[in-house]
């Protein structure tokens, strides 16, 4: 399974963007889809996720500001990013813990390539 990120680009402080992630093939069962970021000098850290339950859980950084949500099949998850900021500035990478095929016994990790979101003041 191999997950594909889009919508990163250059936005002016207070823009908005859309970050899509979608999993090629879909996965046989997801437990949390999510959005980690990482600044140059900083270590990854989660911005957001979603359950298979439909629970949400937000950095506090992006709270109010960030919504991530899923499409009905499941197998694509977005965040949308509004009144950015330039600390926002990041390579933002999508995860799922999930499992690939019905024979895999337990759930793994997957990380997308990364799309970069640079956020000018």
């Known amino acids: 399974v191999q997950l594909q990120a889009s919508g990163g680009g250059l936005v002016q402080a207070g823009g908005s963007l859309r970050l899509s992630c979608k999993a090629s093939?879909?996965?046989?069962?997801?437990?949390?889809m999510g959005w980690y970021r990482q600044a140059p000098g900083n270590q990854r850290a989660l911005v957001a996720r979603i359950g298979s339950g439909g629970s949400t859980k937000y950095a506090d950084s992006v709270k109010g500001r960030f919504t991530i949500s899923r499409d009905s099949s499941g197998n694509t998850v977005y965040l949308e990013m509004n009144s950015l900021k330039p600390e926002d500035t990041a390579v933002y990478y999508c995860h799922h813990l999930g499992r690939s095929s019905s024979w895999q016994s337990v759930a793994n990790d997957y990380w997308g390539p990364g799309t970069l979101v640079t956020v000018s003041s």
């Open positions: 093939p879909r996965f046989f069962s997801i437990l949390v």
